[in-house]
């Protein structure tokens, strides 16, 4: 978990959703789940977008070629 105002790892993390969100989170997580290594992610944001959390699947293989991370996600990917 990365918080990336601060680029700071989270170490705990409490996350409240509205049902829509809820329900288009599960939407977007089934989609990604389709395809775990396909280099793509999805956002929840407020209405407003005052807010907004962005996620996607990591796995062994997106590790191993990097993908597009940056430096400080690869180093948080990394923490126990």
């Known amino acids: 978990m990365l918080?990336?105002?601060k680029?700071?790892?989270v170490k705990n993390l409490?996350?409240?959703l509205t049902t829509s969100e809820a329900?288009?989170?599960r939407k977007?997580?089934?989609r990604l789940l389709l395809d775990p290594e396909a280099n793509?992610?999805?956002h929840i944001g407020a209405d407003d977008m005052s807010r907004e959390i962005?996620?996607?699947i990591l796995t062994p293989q997106k590790l191993r070629v990097g993908f597009n991370y940056a430096e400080l996600e690869r180093k948080i990917?990394?923490?126990p």
């Open 40 to 42: 793509d992610h999805s």
């Open 28 to 30: 977007e997580l089934d």
């Open 54 to 56: 962005s996620f996607s």
């Open 7 to 9: 680029n700071q790892s």
């Open 77 to 79: 990917f990394e923490e």
């Open 23 to 25: 329900e288009y989170f």
């Open 3 to 5: 918080d990336a105002d």
């Open 14 to 16: 409490q996350l409240y």
